[in-house]
């Protein structure tokens, strides 16, 4: 490489590295969300897939914390650092489909986004998603510039990968054969055993995940699938679709995939066209479907992340390929304002001091558990309760987090399908008090799932001083003898 370039990547190595180790100082600051609590309780137990997700991110977190440890920087660590591997996987698919400046600039450009800039630290099945889809995308593209159908067991490995990381990513899979119809020079390896090899791969990885699903009357494809169905038109909610992916994408970032995808359409000579074919053939199955569904459902912020890297790729190479007399202030901007807004949203997350009111704190959720562990502990004790029973997976998740070193069992009675992946509870609680924390604040909903249930406080949670939510809390004798296996919502 000549001596500038590498300069240039030297700078942009640096600058990537700067900004996940301000991500790791931020994932051992922020308390853990309550999915992470609950996902943490996962890696204990670790299984082929489980109720909400597939296993990757349990995985992950077993991993980190074998290594630093319960803490939320052990639960993050391996998420954050997945940026690298990221980083190095858009790189790449720049340098192989396009030039050294646009592989330079997606590579800053995926650091830049806000979902990566401050969703990347939490220990969800999006890293690992993210981190495989790149991966594939990459192996796809050496396929379509070399021509060696070996890369082909690359693309099966990584998309496997990536499907046992999240389900969303079944969506490259119809993406690579869109490319493979839709483009006459690729048609030839619809025919090509090494395509077939490598679909062969991506079975195989998966075969353990639908196994396990098999045994447990596949509830992981239930859960995920049964969001397809359709609930009521509501118009209103794809443009708060299209303005929650241009705030979470980067609004300048956002600008250059929009003039990719007009140049794309549009068959513009002056653009790349085959490379932006590649990436925005396998990002349009996602895209399309998430804009579809977006008339029944309101699309969460980070379920187009694993195009992220596609779309800043794209973006990279239409900035590239743009007027620059016309185009090249705005993108100069689009690393800074990213990064910047990046550091605010981390900051923010934090909230430190309480800077931030909770009518108006993003990071609300994640607030006042430990708080709220420590009052049901304290009312577990006054009121004689041996054990303490939660309804919903997100509190016992935080409950047992914070209690994690007192040996306190901490069960949840409803939903118990979500629990398949690790030993029933110890059978002799039933016959012990349970403090039942909860949201209902009527004991009707446990009536009969033991023979007394009395309300003996509330428990708050708390942030910034203001009350949150409050939980009503129960004194239960003498459960029910099926409570622990269909759970309180299933009996009769």
């Known amino acids: 490489m000549p001596t500038a370039p590498r300069r240039n990547l030297i700078w942009v190595s640096g600058a990537i590295l700067l900004l996940i180790a301000v991500r790791l100082v931020a994932a ?3 308390p853990l969300s309550p999915d992470e609590a609950y996902y943490l309780d996962w890696s204990r137990f670790p299984a082929w897939s489980y109720y909400d997700h597939p296993p990757m991110a349990a995985w992950w977190i077993a991993a980190g914390t074998a290594l630093f440890g319960d803490s939320a920087f052990g639960v993050r660590v391996v998420a954050v650092l997945s940026g690298i591997p990221t980083s190095i996987a858009v790189y790449l698919t720049g340098r ?25 630290i939490l220990a969800t099945p999006d890293p690992p998603s993210v981190m495989f889809w790149s991966l594939a995308i990459l192996a796809f593209a050496l396929v379509v510039k070399t021509g060696r159908g070996v890369w082909w067991l690359a693309v099966g490995a990584f998309a496997g990968l990536g499907v046992a990381s999240k389900l969303t990513d079944l969506f490259l899979g119809l993406g690579i054969v869109l490319c493979l119809a839709a ?27 639908l196994m396990w699903n098999a045994g447990h009357d596949w509830v992981t494809l239930a859960k ?19 303005v929650t992916q241009f705030a979470v994408l980067n609004p300048v970032i956002a600008i250059f995939v929009g003039l990719a995808a007009v140049a794309w359409i549009g068959r513009k000579r002056s653009y790349p066209l085959a490379g932006l074919g590649v990436l925005m053939g396998t990002a349009l199955p996602l895209i399309a479907y998430m804009a579809v569904h977006s008339f029944h459902e309101q699309i969460q912020g980070g379920w187009l992340a694993p195009i992220f890297p596609t779309l800043a790729l794209a973006a990279a190479a239409a900035a590239e390929a743009a007027p620059p007399e016309r185009w090249g202030g705005l993108r100069a901007l689009a690393f800074p304002l990213g990064a910047g807004l990046s550091l605010v949203g981390l900051v923010l997350a934090a909230n430190p001091r309480d800077i931030l009111p909770y009518t108006i704190d993003p990071g609300q959720v994640i607030r006042g558990w430990e708080g709220v562990a420590a009052d049901a502990d304290a009312l577990r004790q006054s009121t004689g309760a041996e054990w303490i029973a939660v309804t919903y997976y997100g509190i016992g998740g935080e409950i047992a987090y914070h209690l994690r070193d007192q040996g306190i069992p901490v069960v949840a009675i409803t939903e118990r399908v979500r629990y398949a992946y690790a030993p029933p509870p110890d059978a002799a609680l039933l016959a012990k008090p349970a403090l039942i924390v909860s949201v209902d604040q009527d004991p009707a909903p446990f009536a009969h799932c033991f023979a007394e249930v009395e309300r003996v406080g509330s428990i708050e949670r708390r942030s910034g001083g203001q009350t949150v939510e409050t939980f009503a809390a129960y004194l239960a004798t003498a459960a029910a003898p099926g409570l622990f296996d269909p759970g309180c919502d299933k009996l009769p």
């Open 183 to 209: 483009v006459r020079d690729l048609r030839r390896w619809l025919a090509s055993p090494w395509a077939w090899a490598g679909g062969v791969i991506t079975v195989v990885v998966l075969l353990p995940l």
């Open 96 to 120: 192989v489909l396009f030039n050294e400046t646009v592989a330079e600039r997606a590579a800053l450009w995926i650091n830049a986004t806000l979902l990566v800039g401050v969703g990347s």
């Open 28 to 30: 051992a600051l922020i």
């Open 224 to 242: 995920q699938f049964g969001r397809v169905t359709t609930g009521e038109f509501q118009p209103l909610k794809f443009p708060e679709f299209i």
